[in-house]
Antibody
Framework: QVLLVQSGAEVKKPGASVKVSCKAS????????MHWVRQAPGQGLEWMGW????????NYAQKFQGRVTMTRDTSISTAYMELSRLRSDDTAVYYC????????????WGQGTLVTVSS | QSALTQPASVSGSPGQSITISCTGT?????????VSWYQQHPGKAPKLMIYEVVKRPSGVSNRFSGSKSGNTASLTISGLQAEDEADYYC???????????FGGGTKLTVL
C-alpha cells in the first residue's frame, strides 16, 4: 500500500530554515508528483508546490517562491521541502501528499510534520 | 481569505442529508472539472473523499457524492452518521500558474 512517512516535529527560531522529509513506499517513487500542503493552527489547507521526482522539476506557489526549495533523492524514495527565512506565521503542520492516480488531487497524505517558529 | 468560499459550519441529525457548497470563479471551478473534497478529523491528515467533481476513491462510502454547477461545487452526505463529523475542504485546479486553490473549510456537526 502507498505510504508516506514524514520526519518529526521541529522547533525553529525566526530567520532560520527547516527541512522536512517525506519517505514514500508502496509504489514507484518517480511515477507521481509529490506535493506539499501546509495548515496553520486552526486554519485551512494551503498548497505550497510540487516536485516531479522523475525530473526534479518543481512548481512553487507564488507566495513561497524565493523561500521554498523542494528536492528529492530517488535512491531512497524521499522528497524534501525546505523553507527558509522562517517567520512566526510559518508555524504550521506541513504535509506531503501524492495524487491518487494522475491528476490534480491529493489521494495519499503523510502524517504531517509540525513546525513551530518561536523565539 | 481563501480562494474558494465555503460555509463555516453546517449541521444535521443522524440519517439526514446535508450539502456543503464551494463557490469559486470562472478561473477555477468554472473552468475545470477538477474539484476534489477532503475530510479531516481533528489531529489527522486530510482524506480524499471526492475527486474530479463526482468520482469516489475506492473505499469511500457511496453516501458521499459531488456535483458542480457553474462556479459552484457541492458535496452531499446522505444518511449522516456520527463518524461524518469533521472538517471538509474543497479544492479546485486553477490553471498551470496558480495550480490549486482550497476552500476555507466547513465544520460538520452531527447533532
Amino acid at each position: 500500500q502507498v505510504l508516506l512517512v514524514q520526519s518529526g516535529a521541529e522547533v525553529k527560531k525566526p530567520g532560520a530554515s527547516v527541512k522536512v522529509s517525506c519517505k514514500a513506499s508502496g509504489y514507484t517513487f518517480t511515477d507521481h508528483y509529490m506535493h506539499w500542503v501546509r495548515q496553520a493552527p486552526g486554519q485551512g489547507l494551503e498548497w505550497m508546490g510540487w516536485i516531479n521526482p522523475n525530473s526534479g522539476g518543481t512548481n512553487y506557489a507564488q507566495k513561497f517562491q524565493g523561500r521554498v526549495t523542494m528536492t528529492r533523492d530517488t535512491s531512497i524514495s524521499t522528497a524534501y521541502m525546505e523553507l527558509s527565512r522562517l517567520r512566526s506565521d510559518d508555524t504550521a503542520v506541513y504535509y506531503c501528499a501524492r495524487e491518487l492516480v494522475v491528476g490534480d488531487d491529493f489521494g495519499y497524505w503523510g502524517q504531517g510534520t509540525l513546525v513551530t517558529v518561536s523565539s | 481569505q481563501s480562494a474558494l468560499t465555503q460555509p463555516a459550519s453546517v449541521s444535521g441529525s443522524p440519517g439526514q442529508s446535508i450539502t456543503i457548497s464551494c463557490t469559486g470563479t470562472s478561473s477555477d471551478i468554472g473552468s475545470f472539472n477538477l474539484v476534489s473534497w477532503y475530510q479531516q478529523h481533528p489531529g489527522k491528515a486530510p482524506k480524499l473523499m471526492i475527486y474530479e467533481v463526482v468520482k469516489r476513491p475506492s473505499g469511500v462510502s457511496n453516501r458521499f457524492s459531488g456535483s458542480k454547477s457553474g462556479n459552484t461545487a457541492s458535496l452531499t452526505i446522505s444518511g449522516l452518521q456520527a463518524e461524518d463529523e469533521a472538517d471538509y475542504y474543497c479544492c479546485s485546479y486553477a490553471g498551470s500558474i496558480t495550480y490549486v486553490v482550497f476552500g476555507g473549510g466547513t465544520k460538520l456537526t452531527v447533532l
